[in-house]
């Protein structure tokens, strides 16, 4: 969910580190999120130090298309590579509120199935 974040400032977190602080919208509210990985410290053959600092800046969680069924959220980043079910791409593509906040990654048309029998009842409700 890149567009879902921006980055403040930064803190001073030692002499130093500087570290970003980021604002996150996580459903409606806003909150600011200080993130602070220690560094974790690789041997290396030639008697070398490496340093890496890792600072996870996208909140994030993940479900299946299965497992989204039946919810309702606010910000949704939708991959299609593994649909392969009828009614997959509606689901997935219906749990967002807003289509302003659902970014859909890996589309394929040829993917997109849909039910014999909601083709039936969508022909029905057009000659009523």
Request: hydrophobic share 40%; proline share 3%; net charge positive.
């Amino acid at each position: 969910m890149h567009s879902f974040k921006r980055m403040v400032q930064f803190a001073q977190a030692s002499e130093q580190d500087l570290l970003p602080v980021v604002k996150f919208t996580v459903n409606t509210p806003e909150r600011y999120k200080f993130v602070r990985i220690e560094p974790h410290i690789f041997a290396h053959e030639a008697n070398d130090k490496l340093v890496r600092k890792q600072l996870p800046i996208i909140l994030s969680w993940a479900l299946s298309i299965h497992k989204s069924q039946g919810q309702t959220l606010n910000r949704v980043k939708v991959d299609l590579t593994r649909v392969f079910e009828k009614g997959q791409i509606y689901v997935a593509l219906s749990r967002c509120v807003d289509s302003k906040n659902l970014e859909i990654v890996n589309f394929d048309e040829r993917k997109v199935k849909v039910h014999e029998d909601v083709v039936k009842f969508y022909d029905h409700l057009t000659t009523l």
